[in-house]
């Protein structure tokens, strides 16, 4: 991600609340991250493993280097998981941002991100 973009996502996640303050019995998330299908960028798969005291913020670098402004976000998503007392949550994401700083505007980033996440609950 461009640094400036980094700065904003950085600042955004300082003020979102802990995965426990939004569900006291999360244990802890894996979120598995998977790039296979994209025909024109590659990185290898991918874990994650969030705590209860880590910030509920889930936002992943987009695998293509010349995409401008964008990333894949998963915070509502992932949130609306623990906040539902759901334990699994599959599905694939398109990158928000631009293709290159060229095409802004008249051509969307084409990285996909199949993801996993699996909410661990504690038994108390």
Known sequence: ???NT???LYAIENQKETIASINSKVSYILIDLDFSGNSE???EAY????ISSDKAFF???CINHSCTKGYYNLTNEIY????NNEAELKGTLSCD???DSRRVGNNNCRARLNYLVRVIYSND
């Open 47 to 50: 874990s994650i493993k969030k």
């Open 1 to 3: 991600m461009k640094a």
């Open 80 to 83: 609306n998981l623990i906040k």
């Open 41 to 43: 960028y590659f990185r």
């Open 59 to 61: 936002v992943f670098d």
């Open 6 to 8: 980094m700065k904003n």
């Open 97 to 99: 941002g631009w293709q």
